[in-house]
């Protein structure tokens, strides 16, 4: 989920207006443990770097780390300031567009299973009446809806969208009630012929699934994917009810430097496009089953999410999936970034490294906003990345 966050006073008014009256879903974190790292060559600089950045003033920060020399994960800071909590790996957190990757791979699944048609437009699937003063969602398909090539609205450039979740901080948002806030919207471009992230289109993927299948999607993204791979510290909300070791998100939503606990304003979870949380030792079994030895999809499906649409800044955007060419020394990158109100996270993997390297990182603040700590966050995932490829 790509964040952006307008009129800082109206909403800094409405956080404080709705703030003692709503029903928390992320309660005050109670502290976890996790086993002693093994040894690892880079673990000194890797906890340098997380210690070095939260003096600088990110929150709570953790990382786990996989290459040819074994696996390495550590943390820093607070899961909750407000109760003096450690962040620890095994803490977790909210990974907002991490979602889609794995919205992706179920997706991928489904196909596979021969249930799902990639070339089906949405409009096959989804009501009329859903669609209705939808810009290009009558011209598009689930594969273009995967791939950011719809031009379809992005919800969250909705400063309407916004004040509703500040109105109703704790919502359990519908597809439907979503998807409201892009009617009589302007499309980005004419359907299929340029390529724009939009929050909207895995909403729309979302919907598909559970009106081929019948089922509601939470249930077939934990049944085919959280399960087979034992990640059983991963949660989407609002489907499912998050732990107590979740860690409290901070924003600087009044654009003065001074971060704010947003953890429960929800900005439209369990839609397909945000709302799962987990913590760095789920991601890495993640990473394991998906890129490493997959196991979900086979290979070759693997291959076609990774039929790439460029989409400029040296990104390229596949199904359900980002490729990232480093313009310094072009090593390439495959995963996903995700951001929302009050957390950030970041998944890749490097498939032509020899050692199959990986990192995965959660940061409990919501970095995608332009906000005193974007740089900052910027600045500790470029020197996280340059660890990694050494």
């Given at each position: ?96 567009s991490i979602t889609k990757m794995m919205i992706g791979v179920l997706t991928m699944k489904l196909v ?279």
């Amino acid at each position: 989920m790509q964040l952006k966050i307008v009129r800082y006073s109206l909403f800094a008014f409405l956080f404080l207006a709705y703030n003692s009256c709503k029903k928390a879903a992320v309660k005050a974190t109670v502290s976890c443990t996790n086993s002693t790292t093994l040894a690892h060559p880079k673990g000194t600089a890797l906890q340098q770097l997380l210690d070095e950045y939260v003096k600088k003033g990110l929150p709570g920060i953790s990382v786990l780390l996989g290459d040819g020399s074994g696996v390495w994960y550590g943390a820093a800071g607070k899961a909750d300031l407000e109760n003096n909590i450690d962040y620890s790996p095994c803490t977790v957190q909210k990974l907002g567009s991490i979602t889609k990757m794995m919205i992706g791979v179920l997706t991928m699944k489904l196909v596979e299973e021969g249930k799902v048609n990639l070339d089906d437009p949405i409009s096959k699937w989804i009501d009329a009446d859903v669609l209705k003063n939808i810009k290009n969602a009558d011209q598009v398909s689930i594969r273009n809806c995967l791939q950011h090539t719809t031009g379809i609205y992005d919800i969250i450039t909705s400063s309407g969208f916004y004040l509703a979740v500040l109105s109703n901080p704790n919502k359990h948002w519908t597809s439907e009630e979503l998807l409201s806030f892009i009617k009589n919207q302007p499309a980005n471009f004419a359907a299929n012929t340029s390529v724009k992230y939009s929050n909207s289109n895995t909403i729309f993927v979302a919907l598909c699934i559970e009106k081929i299948t019948g089922r509601n999607h939470s249930d077939l993204l934990r049944e085919k994917v959280f399960t087979p791979l034992g990640m059983n510290d991963t949660y989407y909300h609002w489907h499912d009810a998050v732990p107590s070791t979740t860690a409290q998100g901070y924003f600087d939503l009044y654009n003065n430097k001074t971060i704010v606990n947003v953890s429960n304003l929800v900005t439209g979870s369990g839609n397909g496009f945000t709302g799962v949380y987990s913590n760095v030792f789920d991601l890495q079994k993640f990473v394991n089953g998906v890129f490493i030895n997959p196991i979900i999809v086979s290979k070759s499906t693997l291959d076609s999410m990774m039929q790439w649409k460029f989409s400029g800044d040296n990104l390229f955007f596949g199904m359900g999936l980002f490729k990232f060419v480093d313009p310094l020394n072009g090593v390439v990158s495959v995963g996903h970034t995700g951001g929302d109100l009050g957390y950030a996270c970041e998944v890749y993997y490097y498939p032509n490294a020899a050692n199959k390297n990986y990192y995965v990182t959660c940061v409990n603040y919501g970095t995608n906003g332009k906000t005193f700590l974007s740089p900052v966050y910027d600045e500790f995932v470029g020197k996280l990345k340059a660890i990694v490829i050494q």
